[in-house]
């Protein structure tokens, strides 16, 4: 898509618009407090039927495969409204139909280059949504304001853009109260999104596994749960109005019953899921387990989104996994089999990219899939050295890594896309980061110090053998090459002469031909 063009294409500073000293704003508030859910959980009811997810489904590890763009944005166009339930998640997430959006930001703290930046990357978000950007302003506050998000004052300077530019959104660059998206809608009159919803929106739109949409589902509805109240009232009128045409889901007024019943329905369909979740993690489990057993070393390449993890298990493996100028194009982890150049084999995947501010509905549903990170030997963390800020990548994807118990695993530093990238800033990166490769997964440079870093990285077979295999066992010779690691080698009269190290069970079976 538009990476490094979208700033220079769209962007509209109207910073200077909105004049840069805080207005000392109202701080009455004219909405109720945000809904709190009280229900709990229930684990226990539900649907009987299982018609979602199944556990002997999908083979989690298994590729996606190059997924074909076309086909994804077919997926986006579909909608399987088959209960009322569905009508709600679909049309509020699956289905936000962002066409033409103005973008918001509420600029704190940090540079005037931080605040670009954050817009900037908003911008991307909607594009990978499939919004049309027409318009990014920000407002420098010392805090969101409470009520609106932006100054009040702020909010009719908005609307007018809104109604000159003809747009159908707003998307706002933070994660926003519910009462805070009420009273922008009802003062903006267009639906009002926040980033946490567009995320969830990219997020559904491109899972293809059956643990993948489970997970950004679950996800989903912990975020509408929360918000029921608060847009009930503009749901309908958003969506009779602008989505559905008048008709079919748009006529359902949504009283107090029906959000209870609602409520009600989404708590059921939570444990459903949870429980569908619950099953399939075990399929995986098992297979991590067999890795463990077999003393497969793992190596998880994780980054920012858009870094180039994808590119880079590609070039490492040949694995042919889809590779796009978009945010969040994997979402489905895909680990291939590989080798050291001395034949040892190890594991590499691929994982969801993270971003500043990940909604943690989102951590918390793919925490099975992050778990796999956390339980790495070691972290290959991939980083655009084209970026503008590619320090701030680094420390955004530490505090994902932190929040999802990875924090100790070994990280080697991949400074990607040196093609593109301005070399003084290679250099600061790579003096900053002490354990660091700089690579281009494009054109292939330095990819072969990189292999060198990862295979020096990877953990060592604990056992140190001196044996003389007989030639009638080569298979345990061809296993020494996979599983262990070779010193010396000599052929002799009796056999084959090793020296090396090896797991602990293929030293158990060398221990008979011990010298
Ligand atoms: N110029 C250049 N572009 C690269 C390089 N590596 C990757 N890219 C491009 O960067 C974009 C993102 O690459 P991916 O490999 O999909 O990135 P990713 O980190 O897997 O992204 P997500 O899965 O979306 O988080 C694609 O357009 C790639 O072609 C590189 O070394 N140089
Ligand atoms: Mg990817």
Redesign the pocket.
Known sequence: MHMQTYAERHMTNHAEDFSLSEELDETASWDETDDAVSEADDFESGYAEDDYVSPDGDDPEASTGALDLAERHQLRRVAGLRTELEDITEVEYRQLRLEKVVLVGVWTEGTVQDAENSLAELALLAETAGAEVLEGIYQRRQNPDPATYVGRGKVDAIREIVQATGADTVICDGELAPSQLRNLEDRVKVKVVDRTALILDIFAQHAKSKEGKAQVELAQLNYMKQRLRGWGGNLSRQVGGRVAGGAGIGGRGPGETKIETDRRRINDRIAKLRRDLKALRGTRQTMRQERRRNQVPSVAIA?Y???????LLNRLTGAGVL????????LDPTTRRTQTKDGRVYTMSDTV?FVRHLPHQLVEAFRSTLEEVADADLIVH?VDGSHPDPEGQLSAVREVLADIGAGDVPELVVV??T??ADPLVVQRLLRSEPHSVAV???TGAGIAEAVTAIEGDLPRPAYTFDALVPYARGDLVDRIHRDGEIDDLEHTADGTRIKGRATEALAGELSAYAV
Do not use: H, I, P, W
Request: net charge neutral; charged share 25%.
């Open positions: 980054g989104t858009n870094a180039g993890k994808s590119s590779v796009e100028d978009a945010l969040f194009a994997t990219g991939v990607n896309k093609d593109l281009s997964a494009r």
